[in-house]
């Protein structure tokens, strides 16, 4: 097979995508055989460099007077690397960096991508190193210009030519197609179908033949995750295999826009592939109920079909770990006795007794009634749910965007999109844009969950 590969080098102002630009960038075009093309410049960050920047790349405020501006130099990387495959050492840093870029001038760059370190690992397993250095010295490869784009770009041509010759041609089919044998996907879906799809936060929907949906999933990146269904070995992934006949998506931006556009669909949709029907999406509760002593017991543990009656549940969750926490939470919080809370590794006082943090519920030196009060109180305290008005900011499809979800008096009143120079202090302005969802407790949930666990961009109340 006949293959282009664009080797790819940048250097940045720092690590970090949202924050950073890239301030030189090289590119070598590698027919598999040899450099047939290469460009490098530098490039204006349009802000001056740190110290441990300059040190690391020789590279100087100077020296980036009169540098064109990426946006300079963008049609060039994309007539460039058109049709090739991306290949850089740690190829998801300068790939992200790159894209990011094309983001935010409106362009969405996609290409598949070729990591030589992976491809290092697989060809010549028996190094414990695979960073560029350790690979040039293995190679006995010079590379005078380290940390220099182009400089790296030559050293990391020369490693991929030594993982060449040692026969990487069914390695990188491995890569870039992660994992997947094309015999094994469904007739009508093609690898080069699996690529175009987009690498952004969304749902999919899977199709059989008939054109009804049978599977619903969300993802940060959706093209990795169906390319992992169809590579996975389970069955679930055969299943898959033997039925899907086409793929759509949706892009939205926020992963909270996808976990409610997901919740939602499988409900409407009733999918009968899809996993999410045959489980709640919070699987595990945390239940409190009264003993024979008279003591309110707490308990975390996976959602049962027959619980006993007088087992109620206080919160769900979606994994065992997030109930187990916030009963240990509680535990320290509220002085309670790990005895009376699913904790029965040992008799007699309970540790926290030992060490005066439980009054003694656990041999009954604390009456039911005093104990049960504070238990109550604890309890109150979790189930507290934020019944405010507000609106979450977050992320959006695109640069310009941002998405929208409406929450008021407690319950998620729908989603959308406004453009990000809008001037939202009104609520009226907001609201226009929300496309009403039928709220449900998981959707509370989910909000709820998202707002605690991840970082949201901006909390309006209204």
């Not at 960050?45 to 441990?52: A, D, F, T, W």
């Not at 409900?267 to 945390?286: G, H, I």
């Amino acid at each position: 097979m006949i293959r282009k590969y664009a080797i790819v080098d940048i250097e940045t102002t720092g690590g970090l995508m949202k924050r950073d630009k890239i301030i030189e960038i090289a590119i070598a075009i590698h027919d598999g055989t040899r450099i047939i093309d290469r460009f490098d410049t530098l490039l204006d960050p349009g802000r001056s460099l740190s110290k441990q920047i300059t040190m690391l790349t020789g590279i100087n405020d100077e020296m980036l007077v009169g540098a064109p501006k990426f946006f300079e130099v963008a049609r060039k990387v994309v007539e460039m690397t058109e049709g090739c495959i991306f290949v850089a050492h740690n190829v998801r840093f300068d790939y992200t960096f790159i894209k990011r870029a094309f983001e935010e001038l409106g362009y969405n760059y996609a290409r598949k991508q070729l990591c030589t370190v992976r491809l290092s690992r697989m060809i010549t397993p028996e190094l414990r190193k695979h960073g560029l250095d350790a690979l040039c010295r293995y190679h006995n490869i010079d590379n005078d210009q380290r940390h220099r784009a182009m400089g790296d770009v030559i050293a990391t041509a020369k490693v991929f030519d030594k993982l060449l010759e040692k026969g990487g041609d069914h390695a990188i089919d491995q890569i870039i197609n992660y994992g997947i044998r094309a015999s094994r996907l469904p007739s009508p879906i093609t690898l080069e179908q699996l690529h175009d799809l987009p690498e952004a936060c969304g749902v999919y929907y899977l199709f059989n033949e008939s054109g009804e949906v049978i599977y619903v999933g969300k993802s940060i990146n959706i093209k990795k995750r169906i390319m992992q269904h169809f590579a996975e070995n389970s069955a679930k992934s055969n299943k898959l295999a033997q039925r899907v006949h086409d793929i759509s998506c949706e892009v939205t931006g926020s992963e909270l826009v996808a976990l409610l556009l997901e919740e939602q669909e499988i409900k409407r949709l009733q999918p009968d592939v899809n996993r999410q029907l045959r489980r709640k999406l919070f699987p595990f509760a945390l239940y409190h109920y009264l003993d024979d002593s008279g003591y309110i017991q707490l308990i975390a543990e996976k959602i049962k079909k027959n619980i006993p009656v007088d087992f109620k549940i206080i919160k769900e969750y979606p994994k065992l770990a997030y109930a187990k926490g916030h009963l240990e939470g509680l535990i320290e919080e509220f002085n309670l006795c790990q005895h009376r809370c699913g904790d029965k590794t040992g008799v007699g006082h309970c540790f926290n007794f030992k060490i005066g943090q439980c009054l003694g519920a656990c041999q009954g030196l604390e009456a039911p009634g005093d104990y049960n009060a504070r238990v109550e109180e604890a309890i109150q305290y979790l189930q507290s749910v934020v019944k405010d008005n507000f609106f979450i900011i977050d992320e959006g499809r695109e640069k310009e965007e941002k998405s929208v979800v409406m929450v008021e008096r407690g319950q998620v009143i729908g989603y959308g999109y406004i453009y990000s120079g809008t001037a939202y202090q009104s609520p009226d302005d907001l609201k226009e844009a929300v496309k009403p969802i039928q709220s449900s407790r998981d959707t509370q949930r989910i909000v709820h969950w998202y707002i605690k666990e991840k970082k949201v961009e901006k909390i309006l109340p209204f």
